[in-house]
């Protein structure tokens, strides 16, 4: 079984300051990792994946995140934002092999100018 | 391509009514996934299908929630009767077995579901 752990609910700054929101999983199994983002009145679209090879990935819009195997982290980091960056921001765990997603209880980015 | 289709987008009703809702998944994709997102939650899987065969229903409420996907393509998930707890979005998704990105899912919009 895998749970995923969104620490922040809310995470207010300012127009192009740089934004980090905290993901932790945890799972007996090797893991796939993902960061969705739901604008208001929408589902849900992929941001990043990361699958394996370079822990380092970069996805839409800007946004990266690095997979920490020794802390079972997915972090996932913008330089500087922008207003439409304001969203729900989901961080999703699926075991290799294995076809269902686990998802966080999601981080509200609020971005002001 | 086009996405994942669902309708209605919203539907409001009183609790003990009846509702359903229809998804039509992207061409292919041999899955198909129901989730439930509360307000202030993850989406939440209820059930998923491989082609019209259930793989996994171990969160769907059977006492009052029903879905099936009769010919392996488009699925309707239906509650009655409803109750208060069951205001939320529901959210449709499929997946490839294969092909580029297999298992990657891809969302509907959601039909917003309020019960009064």
């Known amino acids: 079984a895998q749970s995923v752990t969104q620490l922040d609910s809310q995470v207010p700054v300012f127009e192009e300051a740089p934004v980090e929101l905290r993901c932790n999983y945890s799972?007996?199994?090797?893991?796939?990792l993902f960061w969705y983002v739901q604008y208001p009145n929408q589902g849900l679209q992929l941001l990043l994946k990361?699958?394996?090879?370079?822990?380092l990935v970069k996805g839409i819009n800007g946004f990266e995140a690095e997979f920490n195997k020794s802390q079972t982290s997915f972090h996932l980091r913008k330089p500087s934002v922008h207003i439409s960056d304001t969203a729900e921001y989901f961080c999703a765990v699926r075991g290799s092999g294995y076809s269902t997603l686990t998802f966080g209880k999601g981080t509200m980015l609020l971005v002001s100018p | 391509e086009a996405g994942v289709a669902q309708s209605p987008r919203y539907k409001i009703i009183e609790k003990r009514q009846s509702v359903a809702f229809w998804c039509n998944p992207i061409s292919g994709h041999a899955t198909l996934y129901w989730y439930q997102q509360i307000l202030g939650q993850g989406p939440k899987l209820l059930i998923q299908f491989q082609n019209n065969g259930v793989v996994d229903d171990s969160q769907l409420p059977k006492d009052r929630f029903s879905a099936e996907r009769l010919k392996g393509v488009d699925s309707t998930l239906k509650i009655q009767p409803a109750k208060l707890e069951d205001s939320a979005v529901y959210l449709c998704?499929?997946?490839?077995?294969?092909?580029?990105?297999?298992?990657?899912?891809?969302f509907g919009p959601g039909t917003r579901l309020t019960v009064t």
């Open positions: 990361y699958l394996s090879g370079s822990t």
């Open positions: 799972s007996s199994v090797s893991v796939y």
């Open positions: 998704a499929s997946s490839a077995l294969g092909g580029t990105t297999p298992y990657e899912q891809y």
